[in-house]
């Protein structure tokens, strides 16, 4: 899949919201083919999980830290469910994990910055990460597709 510089731009805000180090907006390069190809080469290689998916719950993309993190390949996560891949049936105590996605699709800004939630690898082992949300809306303004960037908390690496 390729990463245009607007989403690159939103995962940089993301992460240096949540206090990671401040990183170079690197749109100021002067070839869009470059620029491209760095942005590529910086999901692909952030030691954070960078995820999309869309407003059914399903995932588009995960790059390979988040894959390597979770025990899948890319074949094993596009196009199924976050729920029961990354996701437990229940996210929170007394909230389902479906609940919380039509919540983050139906209040959004109140899940930008969110506290850690419970995840599930593909070895059943839970842990808990910190997750960054912004959702991609179309020409309309409707919701088309979420970014979630998850930050895994030291004990996990």
């Known amino acids: 899949m390729k990463m245009s510089v607007s989403i690159l731009s939103i ?25 491209g190809t760095d942005c590529c080469e910086i999901v692909e290689n952030a030691n954070s999980i960078i995820l999309t998916w869309d407003t059914q719950g399903k995932i588009m993309y995960m790059n390979k830290f988040g894959q390597q993190f979770f025990g899948y390949t890319s074949d094993e996560l596009v196009g ?68 979630s960037v998850g930050n895994v908390p030291k004990e996990y690496l």
Request: glycine letters at 8%.
């Open 80 to 147: 199924k469910s976050i729920i029961g891949k990354i996701l437990p049936e229940m996210s929170r105590p007394g909230k389902s994990s479906a609940d919380m996605i039509k919540d983050i699709l139906k209040n959004p800004e109140q899940y930008v910055s969110n506290d850690a939630d419970e995840n599930i690898k593909k070895s059943g082992e839970r842990v808990r990460l910190l997750w960054s949300n912004k959702v991609i809306r179309n020409r309309k303004g409707d919701i088309v597709k979420i970014i």
């Open 11 to 35: 995962i940089l805000g993301l992460f240096n919201e949540r206090g990671g180090p401040k990183i170079q907006d690197i749109s100021t390069m002067p070839s869009s083919t470059e620029r």
